[in-house]
């Protein structure tokens, strides 16, 4: 029943340094997302992959590259993390049903910190 | 552009009274409209969604939602609050059927004394 699964929870980096965030999820959805949630600031989409083998950007991508590596797995990585990349990531994955927009499901986040 | 208010940040009710967390929103077009809670140190965990038909919409643990078109809101509703039902709360929406993205309010943070 593991749904969807971030690796690491936790990481502490500092300035320049590269870093890759794992998710993968085991429900067959096809949709994946990656957020960031800063306090006051509600979750922030930074990139989406609406099917395998398609990725776009959300809101804010700067500074991030994502790989939909296949149906399972979207990784989030940062090339060279700045102090302003500190947050918590949260990666989400939906199904894609006709009729409309069904929920996503959430990882339980990595929190990272860039000195 | 979609975006999404939740124009309190913070509530707070006895146990046993009413809960109303408020969310309104702009999109152009039909909206999907979601309400998630989140626990500390956990992801966000989805309780109900309107996409069309009946105005209230119940969820789980016991909430409902109150979807109106006019004033563009979509505020969370429970009539009995408990202690367990503190966390963040987050309202979000996407603009349609074909767009997946949604857009988030900053959240409010619930707090249910005993």
């Known amino acids: 029943n593991a749904g969807v699964t971030q690796t690491p929870k936790f990481q502490v980096l500092k300035t320049g340094q590269s870093m890759t965030l794992q998710c993968a999820q085991d429900m067959n959805h096809n949709s994946m997302y990656w957020y960031r949630q800063d306090p006051g600031m509600g979750l922030r989409l930074i990139y989406y992959?609406?099917?395998?083998?398609?990725?776009d950007k959300g809101e804010v991508p700067n500074g991030y590259n994502v790989s939909r590596l296949n149906k399972r797995e979207f990784s989030l990585r940062l090339e060279s993390a700045a102090p302003s990349q500190t947050s918590v990531y949260f990666c989400?994955?939906?199904?894609?049903?006709?009729?409309?927009?069904?929920?996503?499901?959430f990882g339980d986040g990595t929190r990272l910190s860039i000195l | 552009a979609q975006s999404v208010a939740q124009p309190e940040d913070q509530v707070k009710v006895a146990e046993g009274n009413p809960l109303t967390v408020k969310c309104t929103y702009s999109v152009s077009g039909n909206p999907y409209l979601f309400w998630y809670v989140q626990y500390p140190n956990r992801g966000l965990q989805f309780l109900l969604k309107?996409?069309?038909?009946?105005?209230l919409v119940k969820g789980s643990y016991g909430f409902e939602a109150e979807f109106n078109k006019s004033q563009t809101s979509f505020h969370l509703k429970k009539p009995s609050a408990l202690v367990s039902d503190s966390a963040l709360y987050f309202c979000?929406?996407?603009?349609?059927?074909?767009?997946?993205?949604?857009?988030f309010g900053a959240g409010t943070t619930v707090t249910v004394r005993a």
């Open positions: 989400a994955s939906s199904e894609v049903r006709a009729g409309g927009n069904q929920p996503q499901h």
């Open positions: 979000a929406v996407s603009p349609g059927s074909n767009d997946y993205k949604l857009s």
């Open positions: 992959s609406a099917s395998e083998g398609t990725t």
């Open positions: 309107y996409i069309t038909g009946d105005n």
